[in-house]
Nanobody
């Protein structure tokens, strides 16, 4: 069974940085489009950043220039470097994997990020 395990969330002051990690297991990591989503209470889950199997990058307008998504395929790990964090970045962040052709989708359990002074 595919597993996605996120880590790296926590409490940070505005302007600070955090690095999220997502370790994938029991899947062919290089065959999956990987992404980070986030969700706050009462709102729909939204795409934060996506990295394709060939390295194509997509960012939400609200995080472009502050967040960087990357993947380490040999280590089956996805990263999200978050800089210049703002209170509105507070959310539960979820790791997402989608097979590039079959379309199977997997989610991690989420990690809480809180930006507050």
């Amino acid at each position: 069974q595919v597993q996605l395990v996120e880590s790296g969330g926590g409490l940070v002051q505005p302007g600070g940085s955090l690095r999220l990690s997502c370790v994938a297991s029991k899947m062919t990591f290089s065959s999956h489009v990987m992404a980070w989503y986030r969700q706050t209470p009462g709102k729909e889950r939204e795409l934060v950043a996506r990295i394709g199997v060939s390295g194509t990058l997509n960012y939400a307008e609200s995080v472009a220039g502050r967040f960087t998504i990357s993947r380490d395929s040999p280590k089956n790990t996805l990263f999200l470097q978050m800089n210049s964090l703002k209170p509105e970045d507070t959310a539960v962040y979820y790791c997402n994997a989608r097979h590039f052709s079959v379309g199977d989708v997997y989610w991690g359990q989420g990690t809480q990020v809180t930006v507050s002074s």
